[in-house]
């Protein structure tokens, strides 16, 4: 049952903000019910309702915080069906595509909560008073990570379910013991009610406080911005543009308590095909590249946004395969009527630019509207791409741009003008990795994920996986948004020095209730601790 409204304190709220319709981009047809934007006041009781919360939340144990998890997991399997028909209708995504991503959805609940049932993710360190030490004895000193405290999550319009509701922002935020309070995003309203409905059942059949969670609807502008400047708020996950992320960070780091951001915003993946590859499977390589930089209609954060190619005739072969894969491709509806016309307004943009070449523009079928995107592909050399580097930014939506190079000294100086990107992609044989190891260094500090011999699209939910980079990538290389090392965003090491042991954390404690993993005197072990004496 959809009702159109935001979920605070457990309820659905009507409040009086902004009023909005979701849309099926593949009919252009309105979707019911109308949605009703949060008030500045119901933003004031939900974030008031997180801070309550956080007083509890922030001591549950990690095995009740499991339960809570895999109860999300299980409630959103339990809909399943009407989840995914929702988000195709809203996104017009195909529901292969969409219960892939609920899959991957339920499934980094669920290994968030084998993290924190287990425990040794807090990182505690213990080093046992020293009384006797000369010249001077040693304090018993502890540490371990402990929540920030509420957390601002914003929906992002091309995961309707792994990167909104209750995707990766939201289940190591709850993971690592912080409320979260979701803003929508206006793309797909109707599957976020869904989800978030089972995140309030989760929540209430748990024995939780309400304020553990709350939906709100609005404008990124008004309730967003003012949900990341209110002071009960201690963190933000983001994923989206970089005008959008900026702006965040910016009101974030205005505030008089500045609080960290971690945000997902602008990467082009560039893909390096090196000259043995090329030439013994260019052809392969082109079909690779094709599906990769098309699929979702481009609308992937990893999408390959260029491509580098040596000027000669392999190069040329690889050119003519892309060429011949794009005249051949279906066209699609993009999430938006604003990302649509964006696309548009860029690639005709690129379409003018005297020092780019346009390969190739698929050809519309006669159902296409105003929302589907033709895929496209442009071609500039080195040395104009030097030039102008602006010709290097994003454009989202299914376009790649083909750089020709003279030589291992041009290419060298090309990555190196790169900014921060999530992934960055070799292609080669045994004998040009090997040859390879200065551009692997380089590339080292330019991107978050390195790949051999693969395409960057498809991102793997596990304890390995960075999803980040320097920035415009995201705002901090220092951290990842998918795997379970994103729960280290949201908490902070927390001494605790000549405490009485009952008073430690229990993750502190000399008799290592819980059987975690620790570092005591440097080295790790899940033994007890001797009291002193």
Not at 266 to 293: D, M, Y
Request: proline fraction near 6%; aromatic fraction near 6%; glycine fraction near 8%.
């Amino acid at each position: 049952m959809l009702y159109g409204f935001s979920i605070i304190n457990g309820e659905s709220r009507q409040g009086n903000g902004v009023v909005f319709s979701g849309l099926d981009p593949a009919a252009g047809a309105v979707l019911d019910p109308v949605y009703h934007g949060a008030s500045r006041e119901e933003l004031n009781l939900a974030a008031d309702l997180a801070e309550e919360a956080f007083v509890t939340y922030r001591k549950v144990s990690g095995k009740e915080k499991a339960i809570f998890l895999r109860h999300i997991a299980d409630g959103m399997e339990s809909i399943a069906a009407e989840v995914v028909e929702r988000a195709h209708r809203e996104t017009a995504l195909t529901e292969a595509r969409l219960k892939g991503e609920l899959a991957r959805t339920m499934n980094q609940l669920r290994l968030f909560a084998q993290v924190v049932e287990e425990g040794s993710w807090v990182n505690a360190r213990i080093d046992p008073a020293q009384p006797d030490r000369k010249p001077l004895p040693r304090a018993d000193i502890r540490s371990v990570l402990r929540p920030l405290g509420p957390i601002a999550v914003f929906g992002s319009s091309n995961f309707p379910l792994a990167f909104s509701v209750a995707g990766g922002d939201t289940a190591s935020a709850l993971a690592g013991g912080n409320p979260v309070i979701v803003k929508s995003h206006s793309a797909h309203p109707g599957t976020s009610e869904l989800v978030g409905q089972v995140i309030s059942r989760s929540v209430q059949k748990c024995g939780l406080p309400p304020g553990v969670f709350a939906l709100l609807y609005g404008a990124g502008t008004t309730i967003g911005a003012a949900l990341v400047e209110h002071p009960n708020v201690k963190g933000v996950g983001f994923t989206g543009s970089l005008t959008a992320g900026r702006a965040l960070m910016d009101r974030a780091a205005a505030r008089k308590e500045p609080i960290p951001c971690f945000m997902e915003m602008s990467s082009v993946n560039p893909v390096v095909v090196l000259p043995e590859a090329l030439h013994t499977r260019a052809a392969q390589i082109a079909g690779g590249l094709f599906a990769s930089f098309t699929l979702g209609v481009g609308q992937f954060c990893t999408k390959p946004g260029l491509v580098y190619l040596p000027r000669n005739d392999d190069g040329d072969a690889l050119v003519a395969e892309l060429k011949k894969q794009v005249e051949q491709a279906a066209i699609s509806p993009m999430l938006t009527e604003e990302i649509a016309k964006s696309y548009r307004s860029e690639v005709a943009h690129r379409q003018t630019d005297s020092a780019v070449q346009m390969v190739v523009e698929a050809t519309p079928s006669d159902d296409c509207g105003s929302m589907h995107a033709r895929p496209v592909v442009f071609q500039v050399s080195g040395d104009e791409l030097m030039r102008k580097p602006e010709l290097m930014s994003e454009i989202f939506g299914p376009s790649t741009l083909v750089i020709r190079y003279e030589g291992r000294k041009e290419l060298t100086a090309l990555l190196r003008s790169l900014e921060g990107q999530l992934t960055a992609t070799l292609h080669g044989t045994a004998a040009d990795i090997a040859e390879s190891a200065d551009l692997i260094a380089l590339l080292e500090r330019k991107a978050g994920r390195l790949i051999v011999n693969g395409f960057p699209t498809g991102v793997e939910v596990c304890h390995a996986m960075v999803h980040g980079g320097p920035y415009p990538a995201t705002s901090d290389s220092r951290n990842t948004s998918v795997g379970t090392l994103a729960i280290y965003r949201f908490v902070r090491p927390v001494c605790y020095q000549d405490f009485p042991d009952s008073m430690l954390p229990t993750e502190l404690q000399n008799r290592n209730p819980l059987e975690i993993l620790r570092m005591v005197n440097g080295s790790m072990t899940r033994e007890v601790v001797a009291p002193a004496a």
